[in-house]
C-alpha cells in the first residue's frame, strides 16, 4: 500500500492519499500542519484518495480542525 501523504490539489483544497494508520499518521499530521500554515482563511480536505479508512484518519481530521481554529482558519 502506498505510504500517507497529503498536498495542496488547487489553491484551496487540501488532499490526503494512500493509507493513513498508525505508521503514517503522525507524519502526514505535521506536514498537513504546515501546508494549514500557508493556507488562505478557508480550505477544504478531500479524502477520496484514501485506499483505508482506518480510524486515525478521524482523528487527523479532528486535529486538523483544532489546528486550523487556532489559526482562526475553517
Do not use: C, N
Not at 2 to 14: F, M, N, R, T
Not at 62 to 69: D, E, F, G, P
Request: no cysteine.
Amino acid at each position: 500500500m502506498e505510504k500517507g501523504a497529503v498536498s495542496w490539489q488547487d489553491p484551496d483544497v487540501l488532499v490526503v492519499v494512500g493509507e493513513v494508520d498508525l505508521d503514517s499518521v503522525v507524519d502526514v499530521r505535521k506536514a498537513g500542519e504546515k501546508l494549514i500554515d500557508g493556507a488562505g482563511s478557508s480550505f477544504l480536505v478531500d479524502l477520496g484518495g484514501l485506499t483505508s479508512a482506518h480510524s486515525v484518519a478521524l482523528s487527523l481530521l479532528v486535529r486538523w480542525m483544532a489546528y486550523a481554529r487556532q489559526q482562526e482558519k475553517t
